[in-house]
């Protein structure tokens, strides 16, 4: 997907959406709070559009008006959304609430902190969630938007992959890093939840990557360790893949590659040159750097919340041997870099350097 917003002037919002099928027109939802969706399509002619190569015919434009909404110029909340897979695509910035910061959150976690992101979501005008769903064209576009000044984008993206983009459109880059069984143990324990729910069709479409997983953690033995044992060396390759060190490949790697010991030191000098690093363990030392950063509370009171049998199932993943050799990268990872960020909250770090300097 390909899109602009031009302007919005009050009374008058312009712009294009071309769709991932050019044969189509693009449908759009505008959303005010307590009232109905209204439903425009993106099929007025756009010559630049077309010539730019982005779509064949050019039929991509909007303009949403007083003849759409007749008091569109009043409202201080609006937005614009796809239609059908709900991508937003501009809404009004409202100062005083939003944030007029571009922000990056990269967590490895799959499980949704709702609480958190609703709090984080009320922070900024424009909000990607679990951006790792999005296509590549999708993903730089939305990065690259320059009309947006209040914008948040959280997930498992590839760092590699967006750096310089996210780096061109001024984004403050952070990163929530979490000890790797621990993030196995609940991700077994949500896909075994969601594998056996009405639901589990639907995963697909809003977590990525989790196919390969849904089956195996279906019919994980949780309450027999033995038969949990059992249960891994009976993995296959792709989930093999699904499993390995999550947070190495997300930070450490290019996109195809497969976690080695090469990508740790790679994934540590991205995280050096990231504005906020934190852990969960320390999430309130994490908030704090990031309400300094950020000059705003933007992740609140809420804490991330967690199943209660996480950290007994983490006990027995220790124990597994084909886990430790899948999460071995990730473990080395988080075990360095939560050194340097216990060392920083510490001071050590400023020592250090001030000790360096004066050599």
Request: aromatic share 6%; glycine share 6%.
């Amino acid at each position: 997907m390909f899109f602009n917003v031009d302007s919005d002037r009050g009374a008058v919002i312009s712009g294009w959406f071309a769709a991932d099928n050019p044969a189509i027109s693009a449908r759009l939802a505008i959303r005010a709070p307590g009232r109905s969706e209204v439903i425009v399509e993106a099929d007025i002619q756009r010559d630049d559009v077309r010539d730019l190569g982005i779509h064949g015919t050019g039929r991509v434009g909007f303009r949403i008006d007083r003849s759409i909404i007749p008091d569109l110029d009043e409202l201080v909340d609006v937005e614009i959304v796809e239609a059908e897979s709900r991508l937003p695509i501009y809404r009004r910035l409202q100062p005083g609430r939003h944030l007029e910061k571009k922000l990056i959150l990269f967590d490895a976690a799959l499980m949704p902190q709702r609480r958190i992101l609703d709090q984080i979501r009320d922070n900024f005008a424009l909000t990607y969630f679990s951006c790792e769903r999005y296509s590549l064209e999708t993903t730089l576009v939305l990065i690259g938007n320059h009309q947006p000044t209040s914008l948040v984008v959280t997930g498992r993206p590839n760092f590699n992959r967006y750096s310089s983009h996210l780096d061109n459109a001024g984004f403050i880059k952070t990163a929530l890093l979490r000890e790797p069984y621990e993030e196995l143990a609940e991700r077994l324990l949500f896909l075994n939840l969601l594998a056996r729910s009405p639901s589990a069709h639907l995963a697909s479409s809003y977590l990525s990557g989790v196919t390969p997983m849904l089956d195996f953690a279906r019919d994980l033995p949780l309450a027999d360790r033995t038969a949990m044992v059992a249960h891994f060396r009976q993995l296959d390759a792709e989930q093999k893949r699904a499993i390995a060190s999550p947070m190495v490949r997300m930070l450490g790697c290019d996109v195809g590659d497969e976690p080695e010991r090469r990508h740790v030191s790679i994934a540590l000098d991205n995280l050096a040159g990231m504005d906020v690093v934190g852990c969960r363990e320390c999430y309130n030392a994490f908030r704090n750097l990031m309400w300094r950063t950020l000059g705003a509370d933007v992740l609140g009171a809420e804490t991330p919340t967690a199943f209660s049998s996480v950290e007994s199932l983490a006990a027995d993943l220790r124990r597994v041997g084909v886990i430790g050799d899948l999460l071995d990268h990730d473990a080395a990872l988080y075990k360095l870099a939560r050194e340097a960020i216990e060392a920083g909250l510490s001071g050590k770090d400023d020592l250090a350097q001030r000790d360096t300097q004066a050599t």
